[in-house]
């Protein structure tokens, strides 16, 4: 076969080539594009009573409810004493393990104990804990044939890694959530105790199902703090949501009209 046409038959054609072209295009911007999730789980051990490959199961198919609890913040203690807020950012050699123990009643819930040998909790620099550890009660497990007082102790292990492009997404996320809640508790026009309080509360409770399951156990439960005393303290109501605010983005989103509320209380 003459040289040229061995080097036709090996090149691909224009359209060829023009596909090829878009491939490499489109697979960065897949990869840039996945969001950050759980591995399955690496170590799993139980007490007797329910096997490992069991819980193993259970929790590979929930564990990516906890990608949403990503770490932002880090508290820092300033020179006199007082607690500050600032953005988190891993070192490169961050640890990514990620551990989680529970102990499991025979019905396959988890106990909800917070103190003590049977607590659960759940530990990862790349994760915001107590967002996670309200993720995982709402977990469940296989059952077990056991008396009702009887347990079953878990401890597992896998790994969890954020991106700073996933955290910037968040942030800007978590920013949008708290302008648009600004946005619609300014517009309301009753500031007066304790109309304000049926208001803001049936406002906030709009907005919070606006926005379902994404939202921040935390923040849900201060958003919904601040609709309960909304009606007796607005300023204090004000003051927390503004906490919350700094609590998960390391800063205070400008918002007018609640902060003129505040001035006038």
């Not at 999730?37 to 409810?65: K, W, Y």
């Not at 003590?116 to 497990?141: I, Q």
């Not at 009702?148 to 996933?166: I, K, M, N, S, Y």
């Not at 508790?185 to 500031?191: D, G, I, Q």
Request: charged fraction near 30%.
């Amino acid at each position: 076969m003459p040289r040229l046409a061995i080097v036709r038959a090996i090149m691909p054609s224009v359209p060829d080539c023009r596909r090829l072209a878009a491939l490499f295009t489109l697979v960065p911007s897949l990869l840039t594009a996945q969001a950050a999730e759980v591995s399955p789980a690496e170590r799993v051990e139980t007490s007797p009573g329910l096997s490992p490959d069991a819980v193993r199961r259970a929790f590979d198919s929930q564990s990516q409810t906890l990608a949403s609890c990503m770490r932002l913040v880090s508290i820092q203690r300033k020179k006199d004493n007082a607690l500050e807020f600032v953005p988190w950012k891993p070192l490169p050699d961050t640890d990514d393990r990620l551990r989680v123990r529970f102990t499991l009643k025979p019905d396959g819930t988890i106990l909800g104990e917070d103190r003590g040998p049977e607590a659960h909790d759940v530990r990862s620099m790349f994760l915001d804990t107590r967002c996670a550890e309200e993720k995982l009660t709402a977990w469940s497990f296989p059952s077990f044939p056991a008396n009702p007082d009887e347990r079953v102790q878990v401890e597992l292990w896998a790994r969890f890694r954020t991106t700073e492009a996933e955290r910037t997404a968040a942030a800007t996320r978590l920013r949008d959530f708290y302008s648009g809640l600004c946005k619609s508790l300014s517009a309301l026009k009753v500031t007066q105790q304790p109309r304000a309080g049926v208001e803001w509360r049936a406002t906030i409770k709009r907005f919070l199902a606006e926005h379902g399951a994404r939202v921040d156990p935390s923040i849900r439960g201060a958003m919904k703090a601040v609709g309960d005393i909304a009606g007796s303290d607005l300023p204090g109501a004000i003051t927390i949501y503004e906490r919350s605010m700094e609590e998960s983005l390391a800063t205070t989103l400008p918002c007018p009209k609640l902060r003129a509320w505040v001035k006038e209380g």
